[in-house]
């Protein structure tokens, strides 16, 4: 294999990942529950023991974020929420309705391929590899190029810890030959059944059209209002730290603040002794020449998640080295207002409203550029909550960091690195994925009601037209009218078929099945 060209060889490691995916998805689907979960303990324990060498070589490998938040990142997905999804039922009978006569009936969906991103991979990885096997499926990680090497430690790590406490090896897999032909290879291999795709949009709309089905998620660009009656000094702690929490990595994080005439000074004060620093117009023009590629709205990676003072640095103006946020004013949206698309890094738009009613029209256009993903409030009323709950976003956070509140962890929200953004934004769910998106759910469900006598016992079915339980020829007129006695008897079937054509058709159907099932 060392003879043929790269893409060559990730596209035959690929195909070897699946098959063996394959393999152990079908194993994996007759563990039971007390399996699944020492082998989901023993992939939590094993995270958080290595959560802070997988930060550094994330962090070493990409560039981007803080060492310390991403090993909180790689805590959250494994013991946060080892925590929160540990008595989850995802196995056999997960929900029972005596009265009505319904179980439910989980069972795996098979082999999930999960794209991982350059912005948070090892906490990613960790994040899939855990609902993967809560839900007794394997999980063949295709990896961002420029994260290669770190998502390949993680998914090896997480699949040792997994081997070792029961689970089939192969389980949990990651190509090593990174290529777009991997992974386009592992989209459309037959062995996977689920994509669950995290990064650009390009990407997501792939796995989209890849024929398969998929979990994708769009981009964010979450405005952050600071409503009136808020707590303005609260508000902005919790904004600052999350915008800088991994340098704004998280796609959940705000990228705009609004807030009203009524507290403008307020908010500029605090944001102030929080250390941000606002830039003049010539220092916003100057930093968004080096965020954005080519004059357009799309983020230059060599500053996603980086530092106010390498992005002021590189763009020609000085900052404090106690700057914590770059802050740009904004006269409006879309084109010729940069800031107001998303940007996965230190650096904020800044808006200035009359009252609530403009806050909310600003909302629903900077939404538009992140349409379906998030969008955070800061209020005291709970009147406000409610209007804003209307917007077009799957996540409404109140009085909470978005980087946190977004992804679980400072709110009741399902811990997720994976924050689906509905048919606002193109995606097939708008929840917080976890294991219960991996299933397969089955429905068993008992008669209640006698069919032989259906009709006549519901007495709500009133229609005395129908002079039979056939019903009349509507155009029929006279003595053509006349039905056959209700006593007479049907007509016997015609026999088409012999006693051997019937059961040679048997044996060909329980062939067919038997392949499918293989």
């Known amino acids: 294999?060392?003879?043929?060209?790269?893409?060559?060889?990730?596209?035959?490691?690929?195909?070897?990942?699946?098959?063996?995916?394959?393999?152990?998805?079908?194993?994996?689907?007759?563990?039971?529950?007390?399996?699944?979960?020492?082998?989901?303990?023993?992939?939590?324990?094993?995270?958080?023991?290595?959560?802070?060498?997988?930060?550094?070589?994330?962090?070493?490998?990409?560039?981007?974020?803080?060492?310390?938040?991403?090993?909180?990142?790689?805590?959250?997905?494994?013991?946060?929420?080892?925590?929160?999804?540990?008595?989850?039922?995802?196995?056999?009978?997960?929900?029972?309705?005596?009265?009505?006569?319904?179980?439910?009936?989980?069972?795996?969906?098979?082999?999930?391929?999960?794209?991982?991103?350059?912005?948070?991979?090892?906490?990613?990885?960790?994040?899939?590899?855990?609902?993967?096997?809560?839900?007794?499926?394997?999980?063949?990680?295709?990896?961002?190029?420029?994260?290669?090497?770190?998502?390949?430690?993680?998914?090896?790590?997480?699949?040792?810890?997994?081997?070792?406490?029961?689970?089939?090896?192969?389980?949990?897999?990651?190509?090593?030959?990174?290529?777009?032909?991997?992974?386009?290879?592992?989209?459309?291999?037959?062995?996977?059944?689920?994509i669950i795709a995290t990064g650009g949009p390009g990407m997501v709309k792939a796995a989209y059209s890849s024929g398969k089905p998929a979990i994708g998620v769009g981009a964010g660009n979450s405005p952050a209002y600071i409503e009136r009656s808020a707590n303005v000094k609260d508000a902005v702690a919790k904004i600052v730290a999350s915008k800088t929490f991994d340098n704004g990595t998280i796609c959940a994080s705000e990228q705009s603040i609004i807030c009203e005439e009524v507290n403008k000074d307020e908010v500029i004060s605090e944001l102030k002794a929080k250390g941000a620093y606002f830039m003049s117009p010539e220092e916003?023009?100057?930093?968004?020449?080096?965020?954005?590629k080519n004059g357009g709205h799309a983020m230059n990676a060599k500053f996603v998640g980086r530092s106010p003072q390498t992005i002021a640095n590189a763009a020609g103006?000085?900052?404090?080295?106690?700057?914590?946020?770059?802050?740009?004013?904004?006269?409006?949206?879309?084109?010729?207002?940069?800031?107001?698309?998303?940007?996965?890094?230190?650096?904020?738009?800044?808006?200035?409203?009359?009252?609530?009613?403009?806050?909310?029209?600003?909302?629903?256009d900077l939404l538009q550029n992140g349409i379906g993903h998030t969008m955070s409030i800061h209020t005291n009323n709970r009147d406000m909550v409610l209007k804003f709950a209307a917007k077009p976003a799957s996540r409404i956070l109140v009085n909470t960091g978005g980087s946190q509140g977004g992804t679980g962890i400072s709110t009741g929200l399902p811990i997720a690195f994976t924050l689906g953004c509905g048919t606002y934004g193109g995606s097939s769910v708008s929840e917080n994925v976890s294991p219960k998106h991996l299933l397969n759910i089955k429905e068993v469900a008992y008669g209640l009601k006698d069919v032989t006598t259906l009709v006549e016992d519901d007495k709500s079915f009133n229609h005395p037209e129908l002079v039979d339980s056939f019903g009349a020829d509507e155009d029929c007129e006279g003595s053509s009218c006349q039905t056959a006695p209700a006593s007479q008897p049907a007509a016997a079937p015609k026999k088409d078929f012999s006693d051997d054509d019937l059961k040679q058709l048997s044996d060909v159907v329980r062939k067919v099945l038997t392949q499918m099932n293989a």
């Open 317 to 364: 103006f000085t900052v404090p080295s106690t700057a914590t946020l770059l802050i740009g004013e904004q006269g409006g949206v879309g084109e010729g207002y940069p800031l107001s698309y998303e940007k996965l890094t230190t650096v904020l738009g800044f808006y200035v409203v009359k009252d609530w009613e403009e806050a909310c029209h600003l909302s629903i």
């Open 284 to 292: 916003t023009n100057m930093a968004t020449k080096v965020l954005f």
């Open 1 to 194: 294999m060392n003879n043929f060209d790269k893409d060559l060889r990730s596209i035959q490691e690929a195909r070897d990942l699946a098959r063996a995916g394959h393999k152990a998805a079908v194993e994996m689907a007759t563990f039971n529950e007390t399996q699944v979960n020492a082998i989901l303990e023993s992939m939590k324990t094993a995270a958080e023991k290595f959560s802070v060498s997988l930060a550094k070589a994330a962090v070493d490998e990409t560039g981007f974020g803080k060492v310390a938040d991403k090993a909180y990142k790689n805590h959250a997905a494994s013991t946060l929420l080892y925590e929160q999804i540990k008595d989850e039922k995802t196995v056999g009978i997960i929900h029972e309705d005596k009265e009505k006569g319904l179980m439910d009936v989980a069972e795996p969906v098979g082999l999930v391929l999960g794209i991982v991103p350059s912005t948070n991979p090892t906490s990613t990885v960790i994040f899939k590899a855990m609902i993967a096997l809560k839900s007794r499926n394997a999980i063949v990680f295709a990896p961002h190029p420029a994260a290669a090497e770190c998502t390949k430690k993680a998914a090896d790590m997480m699949n040792r810890a997994a081997v070792a406490a029961g689970a089939p090896e192969g389980v949990i897999s990651c190509v090593g030959n990174s290529t777009m032909g991997s992974t386009n290879e592992l989209m459309h291999a037959k062995e996977v059944k689920l």
